[in-house]
Nanobody
């Protein structure tokens, strides 16, 4: 089985920064894309940013210029650097891995357990 373990969430004041990390484990051969989604109370889960194995990135309009996604393919780890945080960024942030191939299996989508980010005004 493939597991995603997130870290780095917490409480921060508006204008502050946080860095989220997500490490994948489980005899992984390759991961096509990794990304971050978030879900605020009463709202649907939405894409924040994702990055392909080749380094191509995609961001939600609401975070462009403030968040930066990066990836260490050798470590099967994805990061999300969040700057200039706003109260509306408050949500549970979920790590996602798309099209994961292990030595024996292929998983189209794998999700982490989520990490809470709270931005106070």
């Amino acid at each position: 089985q493939v597991q995603l373990v997130e870290s780095g969430g917490g409480l921060v004041q508006a204008g502050g920064s946080l860095r989220l990390s997500c490490a994948a484990s489980g005899s992984i051969f390759s991961i096509n894309a990794m990304g971050w989604y978030r879900q605020a109370p009463g709202k649907q889960r939405e894409l924040v940013a994702d990055i392909t194995s080749g380094g191509r990135t995609n961001y939600a309009d609401s975070v462009k210029g403030r968040f930066t996604i990066s990836r260490d393919n050798a470590k099967d780890t994805v990061y999300l650097q969040m700057n200039s945080l706003k109260p509306e960024d408050t949500a549970v942030y979920y790590c996602n891995a798309h099209d994961v191939r292990t030595t024996r299996h292929r998983f189209l989508e794998v999700w982490g357990q989520g990490t809470l980010v709270t931005v106070s005004s």
